[in-house]
């Protein structure tokens, strides 16, 4: 089979991780990068020796396999829009959107088109939250508690609510991502800002975010979300069931039950490696293991703008289950790279 032609929107950090990642496999090419820094872009493709594109129209006539879309939260929409046009499989950087009106529209877009789609939530594939699952497997969840603990990122745009969505949105969402896995739907939440952003420029954003959530289950739950350190000082959750108690972040999951303590080590690189490998091997045909397709994505964004506005609004915000939660034409499987003659 020939190797898999990538295209890269965006040249950031996230979009240079990626890029290393990709241009470690045999089987792909990295093909161009566009973005709307003419320079970073340069500097990307330079280091992979890869083209430069002026833009996204550019970069799919050249005939990607498949396009990564790594832009900032608010700067999603017409690319996806016009990488769906084009018909090929899309990998998009979460959050998918910095509003919701975005996401449904491009979820929608990608369910008619039947693409196949992947997003980052890359914690789905560490080790130990297959492990956490089948630990809980016949034992109801009862509680859940998450928190992402950080500082503001050194990025212009990121204390900005139009553009990031705050931490809720940009940063704590691979938290209720697994909330969801592990525990199941959220019906319902209420949440609470301070109303004081954090002290950088222009901020407009809350410093800290805290929400009491109901689960489809009856488990009840928790979130915080803060960036008013200068470190990075806790991202993960706590789950109680009966007789357990499990601690999941990305570096391990902590066991305890009857039996007493135990802690199983993760790489949380690991994980950033395996969500692009599954990703090519779909586009290439040879894999099925996209564990976060665009519409699945969508409902974990749901989750985290539904505390967003509790927080703005100070009300509950009751979330769709169901039906009504899912999009509304099946995804067919994807059609494989071809293979040369």
Excluded at 91 to 98: I, R, S
Excluded at 160 to 171: A, I, L, M, T
Excluded at 227 to 232: E, I, N, S
Aim: glycine letters at 10%; charged letters at 25%; aromatic letters at 4%.
């Amino acid at each position: 089979m020939r190797r898999c032609r990538v295209g890269l929107v965006g040249a950031g950090g996230v979009a240079q991780r990626h890029a290393r990642v990709l241009a470690g496999f045999d089987d792909v090419e990295l093909l161009g990068v566009t973005d709307v820094a003419r320079d970073a872009a340069t500097a990307l493709a330079d280091a992979h020796g890869a083209r430069t594109f002026p833009d996204v129209g550019e970069l799919l006539a050249a005939g990607p396999d498949a396009v990564y879309v790594c832009v900032p939260p608010f700067a999603h929409g017409s690319v996806e829009e016009t990488v769906i046009a084009a018909g090929v499989p899309m990998f998009v950087e979460k959050p998918v959107a910095v509003d919701l009106d975005t996401a449904e529209r491009i979820a929608d877009l990608v369910a008619r088109r039947g693409l196949l789609t992947g997003v980052g939530h890359h914690w789905r594939y560490l080790h130990v939250v297959q492990r956490a699952r089948e630990l809980l497997a016949g034992r109801p969840v009862r509680m859940v508690g998450g928190a992402w603990l950080d500082r503001v990122p050194p990025v212009a745009w990121w204390a900005r609510r139009d553009r990031s969505g705050g931490p809720v949105v940009e940063q704590a969402a691979h938290v209720l991502d697994l909330m969801r896995v592990l525990a199941g739907e959220v019906t319902e939440v209420t949440a609470y800002g301070d109303g004081v952003p954090p002290p950088v420029d222009d901020a407009d954003i809350d410093s800290v975010t805290t929400a009491v959530l109901r689960f489809a289950s009856g488990a009840v739950g928790t979130v915080s979300a803060a960036c008013v350190l200068g470190w990075k000082h806790r991202a993960g959750l706590e789950v109680l069931a009966d007789g357990l108690a499990l601690s999941l972040t990305e570096d391990g999951l902590t066991v305890r039950d009857a039996d007493g303590e135990r802690h199983l080590p993760a790489s949380p690189d690991g994980a950033r490696v395996a969500v692009d490998r599954a990703f090519v091997d779909a586009v290439r045909g040879v894999g099925d293991d996209v564990r976060v397709p665009y519409a699945e994505a969508l409902r974990t964004q749901r989750l985290a703008l539904a505390i967003a506005e509790s927080a703005r609004t100070g009300r509950p915000v009751s979330l769709p289950t169901g039906p009504a939660a899912a999009p509304r034409v099946p995804v067919p499987a994807a059609t494989p790279v071809g293979v040369d003659a």
